[in-house]
């Protein structure tokens, strides 16, 4: 195919681009940016959360996020053979970031309003209702999801368990699953609701968990 030249831009029948030419009128091509598997890895998900969280999990294939970051389609496969694995390694990412903030937070003085606090403004709660839609509606990796999700859950359970005998209620009452069930239950569904701008009765729930939380400690 005869190549346009216009303006030192070149056309092959595609988008334009620009070349620049050193001695002898030899083309210089851009030169690629090299960088190691683990930065890569990053970079691959840090916009494939970017786009969940700003235009949905619909947003997401391999050859947007491949043209966010500039790079050919077939570096994203490579890592990620298919869309699904990129999704279930991002959940996977999402789960043990939350899972480490979790452990500090049950570090405090207060660890029970402590945790009420880290649920109620969790900043990945945009994030997660993407993965509960997408597990709605990819059924080929629901079961991975959900897996995960008990994992961290469970171990959420046994982290808390540790202060549960602080409880003014017996574990036959409230079993630490359940004390954590109902925690990110509520919390989540507050941040979610909030985001959208829906916030009747939200400060009367908040007030009246903190008051749960105080009274629940065994004197």
């Known amino acids: 195919m005869r190549a346009i030249v216009v303006n030192g831009g070149v056309r092959h029948g595609g988008p334009w681009r620009r070349i620049t030419r050193g001695r002898k009128g030899q083309v210089n091509k851009p030169k690629r940016i090299r960088r190691d598997p683990e930065t890569t890895r990053t970079l691959i998900l840090d916009t494939t959360e970017r786009l969940m969280i700003d235009e949905g999990y619909a947003a997401v294939t391999s050859r947007r996020v491949a043209q966010e970051l500039g790079i050919n389609g077939a570096t994203v ?3 990620y053979p298919i869309t699904d694995d990129l999704f279930i390694a991002l959940h996977q990412r999402m789960t043990e970031r939350q899972l480490a903030e979790f452990e500090q937070v049950l570090a405090t003085e207060d660890p029970l309003a402590a945790l009420w606090t880290f ?3 969790w900043a990945q709660s945009a994030l997660g209702v993407e993965f509960l839609a997408l597990a709605n509606h990819r059924k080929s990796i629901r079961d991975v999801l959900a897996k ?3 994992e961290a ?3 959420q359970t046994q982290s808390l368990a540790r202060i549960s005998s602080q409880s003014a209620f017996g574990p036959e009452i409230l079993p630490p699953i359940a004390l954590t069930t ?6 989540r569904t507050l941040a979610n609701e909030e985001r959208v701008g829906i916030t009747r009765g ?5 007030r009246f968990v903190k008051w749960g939380l ?3 400690q065994r004197p």
């Open 77 to 79: 496969h490579y890592y």
């Open 182 to 187: 109902i925690l990110v239950a509520i919390a």
């Open 202 to 206: 939200h400060e009367e729930v908040r």
């Open 214 to 216: 105080a009274n629940l």
């Open 148 to 150: 995960t999700t008990d």
């Open 119 to 121: 649920q109620s403004g």
């Open 153 to 155: 859950r469970d171990a």
